[in-house]
């Protein structure tokens, strides 16, 4: 059993900063990635980011350019997503996920547990 809470999400404008935190507990020891997705208005759920909880090389989605950077500390079992150069179109509830799976993936299907997610929302 492993649980996992977001937080960090709120609304910002267009050009601001923003860093989200999952807090993860439980049965974490065997989890190998951690990710982040995320779920515009009306739009399927789309990759952000994933990371092993070792550390190591990121994975990202195609959209976040250089935006946006994955971390996690094993350590504290947390993993955060610092998005900058925000955006209206990164509006959407993200999500962190984990997973038993190596290597890490970057479909819905490559994860088990799943947060509840946090709003971010960018004016214009």
């Known amino acids: 059993q492993v649980s996992l809470v977001e937080s960090g999400g709120r609304l910002v404008q267009a050009g601001d900063s923003l860093r989200l935190s999952c807090a993860a507990s439980g049965h974490t020891s065997n989890m190998f990635g951690v990710a982040w997705f995320r779920q515009g208005q009306g739009k399927e759920s789309e990759f952000v980011a994933a990371?092993?909880?070792?550390?190591?090389?990121?994975l990202y989605g195609d959209f976040v350019k250089g935006r946006f950077t994955i971390t996690a500390d094993n350590t504290k079992n947390t993993a955060d997503l610092q998005m900058n150069g925000l955006k209206p179109e990164d509006s959407a509830v993200y999500y962190c996920?984990?997973?038993?799976?190596?290597?890490?993936?970057?479909?819905?299907?490559?994860?088990?547990?799943w947060g509840q997610g946090t709003q971010v929302t960018v004016s214009s």
């Open positions: 990371i092993p909880w070792i550390g190591g090389n990121a």
């Open positions: 996920a984990t997973t038993y799976d190596v290597p890490i993936g970057s479909h819905l299907s490559d994860y088990q547990y």
